[in-house]
């Protein structure tokens, strides 16, 4: 970890953001991406991903801390001379010029020849499919064409760094996963390093290399997608990513690695002791749905349930249980033709899940 | 139902509505009735732009070129000039044509409109008219001499030359004048001497003063309608009031208190000598001249510009000079390149909007413009209220209106009127 702060690419030092002086938007932001690396910031509505975008991107400025690009505090550098290739979520493709004026303006700018022009915007132009477009303008084209352009223009001056607001924010379901592809691809293709910001978390699991997860400006955690899934550290993350279910207790003991949670009725289950307090205090189990069986199993964790909903998805059988007065509990039951044959709605049984897949985590 | 049941193939071609008649035909119908509807709401403003713009533009434009004070009152000399072509000596049957119409004249009491007419042509020659007309009764044959013995004028050629022309109701005399020309003997076309070309002069004039004062107003313009479109809506309210306050008092008050900042005893003169920048003899002189007009017209004008150049900013995503930024243009760069294209319908809106105004402007200059800031208008005033010459002033009014309707036009020919944002 030591080794890869040395060579980070991109940094954010201890980052506080605040717009009105009396509450903090971001609240001590320590980030530290390498080069090539593709981070997501996911988070919900208003937890300050943009905010953080814009500061990195040098249209906020940071209220306190530094942000450093390379190696080099860029807390003062005018946008413009920070190189980095933005693509935004309304796209900003400039109504008044062609698609091909679009892409030439940073060329243009940074003062390169016509003819080196041209070859870029054509280079750039096959890269997202979109050669035949150059001559209209950006009304003349949809949304998800709109979008290419978009790309395309961020990328056209071979920046090192590009950020991406919420760039598929306004397409359909089909052309996002559509696009999702194709902008992972780029990123492997080209070499360059990716922030990008959604809330949608499908997206941010299938196209990132890690994921912060933000919550009221402060990253609730930082990982792999699937360390994100398996893994999360709390509640906020387990709750946010997939789907989950908890069931509420108190610390009974804590021996090692695992921990014995007291729930409500008396029982008790074991999880592993992920972050918790002392014993006594509230907490939190998380068990993902795909994780519980139904029926007893050895070495594990069992509790009754009953039977309040079956819900036929096809590939599965979504089963929702009550267990210990959470009538939330669900689990995933894979149509395997007999499976769901056991069960009826109202009927009570036997669910088991494993210690290991069972992660206390601090109350909500 | 049988027999005008259509064809399969015609049935195919010409869509019928559920109870079976052509969808055409039910559609124009279900149209015509919105249209009726439509037209029945807007008729009374319709009816009232045409009695009250549309019928006045018309009866104006109509006196610029047709005026019969002189065909209708002087009968037998129009006779006389229709049976002799032009060029022909007034002989004694013109004369007595002349002395039988001066008769009329005096029975009718209306040599003064007669005299009128010919004065604008001949200046000096009202008099002769009316004077003529009062001792008429006693003119006896031979006419020639018993008039020329009232007055030696009735043997000018000139006079006779214009009396002619007046003669016909139809006359471009008035746009001549208004251009600075007349016709000499011969009839053809040439500036009048230098002491009497004031029109062309003026036309110029209000043409540059109105680019000027258009110019001022988008530069002043341009930042407050930034300031407008940008600023969080709690400022933008406050500033929006302060632009809209000229409106808000009356034309009158606005530009008398100019009068009062700006007279050589006013304001800023004073202050000026109170801080010892000009002597008490230096007061400068802001007021009563070009530069009164100018900055008072400005002042009245700015909102004009203001409100279209908002109208258009307000909508630009901030996020468009972002990007700009982002992909390595400078502010200036972002501000020329992808804001100001942007803004263009707004200026072009504003600026047309501020100089058509400015073109037809008369109470400010009348009242803070001294003899050198008045424009076209004042002298159209003129000439309706004073000097009562109408079809002069209809034909100066018309040939603004046509300068007007030609800068339209070639605005829309250079930006395109669909272009046009007026809020
Ligand atoms: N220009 C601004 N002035 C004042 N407050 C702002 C400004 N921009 C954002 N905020 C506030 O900062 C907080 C974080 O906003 P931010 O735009 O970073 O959220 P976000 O994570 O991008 O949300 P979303 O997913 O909705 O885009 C919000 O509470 C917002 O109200
Ligand atoms: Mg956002």
């Known amino acids: ?364 | 139902m049988n027999d005008t049941a259509p064809s399969p193939q015609a049935a195919e071609a010409a869509l019928t509505t559920a109870d079976g008649r052509p969808l055409a035909v039910a559609l124009a119908e279900a149209q015509s009735r919105a249209r009726r509807r439509a037209f029945l709401l807007v008729l009374p403003l319709l009816a009232f732009v045409l009695i009250t713009f549309v019928a006045p533009i018309g009866q104006l434009l109509y006196r610029s070129f047709y005026n019969p004070a002189f065909s209708d009152n002087m009968p037998a000399l129009v006779q006389w000039f229709k049976e002799n072509p032009a060029g022909t000596e007034p002989d004694e049957g013109a004369f007595a044509a002349l002395a039988s119409d001066l008769k009329g004249l005096r029975a009718n009491k209306t040599a003064g409109i007669v005299g009128t007419r010919i004065n604008y042509d001949l200046p000096g020659s009202r008099s002769l008219f009316t004077k003529s007309a009062r001792k008429s009764k006693k003119l006896e044959p031979p006419y020639r001499e018993a008039l020329l013995a009232i007055d030696e004028d009735w043997a000018d050629p000139l006079l006779w030359r214009v009396m002619r022309t007046a003669s016909s109701p139809w006359t471009a005399s008035f746009y001549l004048a208004a251009l600075d020309r007349s016709r000499d003997a011969e009839g053809n076309i040439i500036r009048v001497p230098e002491e009497r070309q004031v029109y062309i002069k003026l036309f110029v004039r209000t043409l540059l003063l109105s680019a000027l004062i258009t110019l001022t107003t988008l530069v002043l313009g341009f930042p407050v309608a930034y300031l407008l479109a940008t600023l969080p809506l709690r400022h933008s309210n406050l500033l929006m009031i302060f632009v809209l306050l000229p409106f808000w008092t009356s034309l009158l008050v606005r530009t008398t208190s100019w009068i009062v900042l700006l007279q050589s005893q006013g304001v800023i003169n004073d202050i000026l000598v109170a801080l010892g920048l000009i002597g008490e003899d230096g007061r400068i002189q802001m007021i009563y001249n070009q530069t009164g007009t100018i900055v008072a017209m400005t002042h009245i004008l700015l909102p004009f510009m203001i409100l279209p150049l908002y109208s258009v900013m307000r909508p630009i995503d901030p996020s468009y000079v972002r990007a700009a930024r982002s992909l390595g243009a400078s502010s200036w760069t972002a501000f020329r390149r992808i804001y100001l294209p942007q803004t263009v319908p707004g200026i072009a809106a504003g600026a047309l909007l501020v100089f058509i105004l400015a073109v037809g402007y008369y109470i400010t200059p009348a009242l803070v413009g001294g003899s050198t800031g008045q424009l076209i208008s004042n002298l159209i005033a003129f000439h309706m209220q004073k000097s009562l010459n109408w079809s002069l002033a209809a034909a100066l009014a018309a040939l603004l209106l046509g300068g007007v309707l030609i800068l339209y036009w070639l605005y829309d020919r250079l930006i395109g009127i669909d272009n046009l944002k007026l809020g």
């Open chain 1, 1 to 364: 970890m030591a080794g890869q702060a040395d060579e980070a690419f991109v940094e954010f030092d201890r980052v506080q953001k605040s717009y009105d002086g009396v509450t903090l938007v971001v609240k001590d932001l320590n980030l530290a991406m390498p080069k090539g690396e593709f981070l997501t910031m996911l988070g919900p509505s208003g937890s300050g991903k943009t905010t953080c975008l814009m500061m990195l991107a040098g249209f906020e400025t940071a209220t306190n801390g530094e942000i450093r690009l390379g190696g080099e505090e860029i807390n003062d550098i005018p946008p413009h001379r920070r190189g980095i290739g933005m693509v935004f979520q309304n796209y900003a493709l400039f109504p008044h010029m062609t698609v091909n004026e679009n892409l030439s303006f940073p060329l243009e700018v940074r003062g390169m020849g016509k003819d080196e022009r041209e070859a870029k915007v054509k280079r750039a132009l096959d890269m997202v499919q979109m050669g035949e477009f150059g001559n209209r303008r950006p009304a003349q084209l949809s949304g998800g064409q709109q979008q290419r352009i978009a790309l395309a223009r961020a990328l056209v001056f071979d920046p090192e760094l590009v950020l991406m607001d919420e760039p598929l924010g306004a397409l359909d379901k089909q052309l996002r996963e559509h696009m999702q592809y194709e902008i992972k691809h780029l990123h492997e293709n080209l070499g360059i390093t990716v922030v990008y910001v959604t809330h949608d978390q499908s997206e941010a699991l299938t196209m990132s290399d890690r994921v912060a997860v933000f919550n009221d400006g402060v990253i609730q955690q930082l990982a792999t997608p699937s360390d994100l899934y398996e893994r999360p550290e709390n509640s906020f993350v387990a709750q946010f990513i997939g789907e989950n279910n908890k069931l509420a207790g108190k610390v009974r003991s804590v021996d090692g690695e695992t921990v014995t949670v007291e729930l409500p009725g008396g029982a008790t289950c074991r999880a592993l002791a992920v972050n918790v307090g002392e014993p006594g205090s509230e907490t939190l189990v998380s068990i993902r749905p795909e994780r519980v069986i139904i029926g007893a199993a050895e070495d594990a964790n069992s509790a009754e349930a009953r039977v309040e909903e079956l819900i036929y998805l096809g590939d599965h059988i979504r089963c929702r249980l009550n267990v210990y007065g959470n009538d939330e509990f669900i689990v995933k039951l894979p149509n395997s033709g007999i499976a769901s044959q056991g069960l009826s709605v109202g009927e009570s049984t036997t669910i088991s899940w494993k210690t290991e897949d069972a992660r206390a985590l601090d109350p909500l």
